[in-house]
């Protein structure tokens, strides 16, 4: 029907515009194919309250009927809530909707330095704490090992397996960040902090760490997993009109966070501040830098006109109804 005929131009017209961007960086580029099976619309459906059912075009004067669940109906009908489109797959129906946010003035920052088996973070009213990570981080080096007990030399299989495995321990990943996110978005609101984060450049983090290589599975993993972590955490903030701002990480994990001078690595992943003296966890240590500038860049309490974000921004999230429900959040 005419109605799914928009959303379908314009998927088409994402994936030849991510095509030409690859084609220029690989001229080998293999030509592109829509690989899911899925209608996209953003007018012509309704939601009925009282039937408890999405109608979707179908047939003229015969609409396809999808029950929907007290749960959905009940988010979908909060205030300042807004249904933009409807997706349906062959396993799922995704109801994309938005909401009106108001910013809130936030009163300091929160700041969050993600490592590779902790996240660190620091706020202004002082508090520092470390939250452990190691069992995303475990996860990992499971499925790397069951993934390196397969070798065939067939790509296409390799290919398949990878994927497979792959995107498995994406779930576990992205399930264990929701809980952490989570968790740091409800504090920020109570507290009425904004949150600052580093600004992701992919090799500079991946060389601090030192610990894997960039190209190999693992470091795809780990990259990947920094920006999600990221993703999540801007985004259910954004979803509470609590801002987001992002700093240049540079120097952050060496300087030190009381007087700015090059510090000297101690035992036990501690830093030694040589002019000030002041030791610290290198973890902490990074988080007070990322803090500090973020209150450099967006001083809050003072002129929050300086902020370099846009107010009464619409947040436009993709949310999976099937995964609210599980959920609850
Ligand atoms: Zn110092």
């Excluded at 109801?95 to 300091?108: A, D, L, M, N, T």
């Excluded at 609101?189 to 894997?212: H, S």
């Excluded at 120097?251 to 036990?268: A, D, F, H, L, Y």
């Excluded at 990322?290 to 809050?300: K, Q, S, Y």
Aim: glycine share 6%.
């Amino acid at each position: 029907m005419s109605y799914y005929k928009l959303c379908a131009i314009s998927k088409a017209t994402g994936i030849l515009r991510n095509y030409r961007k690859t084609r220029k960086k690989n001229p080998k580029t293999k030509e592109p194919y829509a690989r899911r099976l899925q209608l996209t619309t953003c007018y012509g459906f309704k939601i009925k309250t009282i039937e408890k059912v999405l109608l979707l075009p179908f047939k003229p004067k015969q609409p396809l009927s999808i029950p929907l669940n007290a749960y959905v109906l009940g988010v979908l009908s909060e205030p300042n809530i807004q249904i933009r489109s409807v997706t349906l797959t062959n396993e799922r129906l995704s109801i994309s909707y938005s909401k009106e946010v108001e910013p809130i003035q936030p009163r300091g920052l929160i700041a969050i330095d993600r490592n590779l088996d902790n996240l660190a973070i620091a706020d202004s009213d002082g508090h520092i704490t470390k939250r452990n990570l190691a069992n995303a981080t475990e996860v990992k080096g499971r499925y790397s090992e069951i993934r390196s007990h397969m070798r065939r030399n067939d790509m296409r299989v390799r290919e398949r397996v990878t994927g497979k495995y792959g995107r498995k321990q994406r779930e576990k990943v992205k399930q264990i960040f929701h809980r952490a996110s989570k968790e740091i978005v409800l504090d920020a609101k109570r507290k009425k902090f904004g949150v600052v984060m580093e600004k992701l450049t992919g090799i500079r983090k991946l060389y601090r760490k030192g610990n894997w290589q960039g190209r190999s599975f693992r470091g795809r993993m780990n990259a990947w997993s920094f920006a999600e972590l990221q993703r999540q955490i801007e985004y259910k903030a954004r979803w509470e009109g609590i801002p987001v701002i992002y700093v240049n990480p540079s120097g952050t994990s060496v300087k030190c966070s009381i007087c700015g001078s090059r510090m000297k690595p101690e035992e036990n992943r501690t830093l030694k501040c040589p002019s000030c003296g002041f030791t610290v966890d290198r973890d902490l240590n990074a988080a007070r830098n990322i803090l500090a500038r973020g209150v450099r860049f967006a001083p809050f309490a003072s002129a929050s006109e300086a902020m370099v974000q846009e107010p009464q921004r619409r947040v436009i999230l993709k949310v999976d109804a099937d995964e609210l429900a599980k959920s609850g959040s």
